[in-house]
């Protein structure tokens, strides 16, 4: 009678009976699905920065051309009244015409403080005008500057720079204006005299 063979082959490991190509593919689908889900927050979260940048860039070039023009508009304050200070090419120039002119009515009989007011004062008034009217062109647009916001959107600022440049407009404006009341009205310096001219 044959021998019956009463060795049982070893179970194979239960973890590794239990790792089957099925499971790894199950084990694998969920980490796809977790990193498909992260790359599609990551992309959302993303387009979201850019378009707020795109957003920001929008209001930023909206709020560009105004703050050029307030700037442009304090640096002209600000070049008028150095010009009203120093002097320009057109107050020579009606100063000039105004001498011109007061010697072309002069006569031949004319005395003295005729003939100063011809070549001094009336070129002296002429200048003091033309010098006040760049003052007071300087203190409008100056003052105009610093007013803007105001009357624009309550988040609306201008540059320190901007300001600061219209406040120096103000300033030099409103000196140039002072120096043209005391030429115009000969307060500053006295018209001056022939001794003994019309006695």
Same mark, same amino acid.
């Not at 387009?47 to 442009?72: H, I, K, M």
């Not at 403080?113 to 009217?133: C, E, K, L, R, Y």
């Not at 043209?180 to 000969?186: E, K, N, R, S, T």
């Given at each position: 009678?044959?021998?019956?063979? =009463?060795?049982? =082959?070893?179970?194979?490991?239960?973890?590794?009976?239990?790792?089957?190509?099925?499971? *790894?593919?199950? &084990?694998?689908?969920?980490?796809?699905?977790?990193?498909?889900?992260?790359?599609?927050?990551?992309?959302?979260?993303?387009?979201?920065?850019?378009?707020?940048?795109?957003?920001?860039?929008?209001?930023?070039?909206?709020?560009?051309?105004?703050?050029?023009?307030?700037? /442009?508009?304090?640096?002209?304050?600000?070049? +008028?009244?150095?010009?009203? +200070?120093?002097?320009? %090419? !057109?107050?020579?120039?009606?100063?000039?015409?105004?001498?011109?002119? /007061?010697?072309?009515?002069? =006569?031949?009989?004319?005395?003295?403080?005729?003939?100063?007011?011809?070549?001094?004062?009336?070129? %002296?008034?002429?200048?003091?005008?033309?010098? #006040?009217?760049?003052?007071? +062109?300087?203190?409008?647009?100056? =003052?105009?500057?610093?007013?803007?916001?105001?009357?624009?959107?309550?988040?609306?600022?201008?540059?320190? %720079?901007?300001?600061?440049?219209?406040?120096? #407009?103000?300033?030099? #404006?409103? *000196?140039? !204006?002072?120096?043209?009341? *005391?030429?115009?009205?000969?307060?500053?310096? &006295?018209?001056?005299?022939? /001794?003994?001219?019309?006695?």
């Amino acid at each position: 009678m044959p021998r019956m063979d =009463t060795t049982k =082959t070893p179970a194979p490991n239960a973890a590794e009976a239990d790792t089957t190509p099925a499971d *790894l593919e199950k &084990a694998e689908t969920p980490q796809a699905a977790e990193a498909e889900a992260d790359s599609a927050v990551t992309d959302e979260v993303t387009e979201s920065d850019l378009d707020d940048e795109a957003f920001a860039d929008d209001q930023a070039e909206d709020r560009e051309p105004s703050q050029v023009g307030s700037a /442009a508009f304090a640096v002209v304050a600000a070049g +008028l009244g150095v010009v009203a +200070l120093s002097g320009s %090419w !057109v107050a020579g120039i009606v100063s000039e015409r105004a001498s011109v002119a /007061a010697r072309l009515e002069l =006569t031949q009989a004319a005395d003295a403080n005729a003939q100063i007011a011809a070549q001094f004062v009336d070129p %002296w008034h002429s200048t003091a005008m033309v010098n #006040g009217i760049f003052s007071a +062109l300087a203190l409008i647009i100056a =003052t105009f500057v610093l007013a803007l916001p105001a009357f624009s959107s309550p988040e609306r600022t201008l540059p320190t %720079w901007v300001r600061s440049v219209s406040w120096a #407009g103000i300033g030099l #404006g409103a *000196l140039g !204006v002072l120096l043209f009341v *005391l030429m115009y009205f000969d307060l500053l310096l &006295a018209i001056p005299k022939a /001794a003994g001219a019309g006695a």
